[in-house]
């Protein structure tokens, strides 16, 4: 998540890439540890060629192929969590749930604490009928500063 050190989500330590694939029931390869290890320590989300050159300027050895497949695994069970908007979808750490806003020019996404926006996602349930997703959360759509000024 977004300000964030490694291991650390709310304040809780986030077990080791390793023990969190694991538990999952996955193999702890070396790329799936390297792409979850990616996603939590980075500060923004990442589409999967973002991570494809992150690994590749770090020295890893790895095929644009198997880091797209590796990306929908872990969004599958639940370790990372996709987010589609605008140009290509764009890949987070899945540690803790969180909410969205997503710019519609530049696809730029940033996360959004759940308790700072329980209300206001009460209000729009009352209003709309619309509720957050499986993982707890709601995607928001806007223009970024950078996009609207």
Request: with cysteine.
């Amino acid at each position: 998540m977004i300000g964030r050190s490694p291991g650390e989500a709310g304040g809780a330590t986030v077990p080791s890439p390793s023990v969190r694939l694991r538990d999952r029931g996955l193999r702890a390869t070396s790329n799936r540890r390297q792409i979850l290890h990616l996603l939590g320590s980075r500060d923004a989300h990442l589409s999967a060629a973002e991570v494809y050159e992150a690994l590749r300027r770090t020295g890893e050895r790895v095929d644009p192929a198997t880091v797209y497949r590796t990306l929908e695994v872990l969004t599958e069970v639940g370790l990372a969590h996709a987010v589609d908007g605008p140009g290509p979808k764009r890949y987070g750490d899945g540690s803790a749930p969180h909410h969205h806003a997503v710019c519609r020019r530049c696809g730029a996404v940033k996360d959004l604490p759940l308790g700072g926006l329980a209300d206001a996602a009460r209000h729009i349930e009352e209003l709309t009928g619309l509720r957050p997703d499986a993982s707890g959360a709601m995607l928001f759509h806007g223009l970024c500063g950078a996009c609207s000024g």
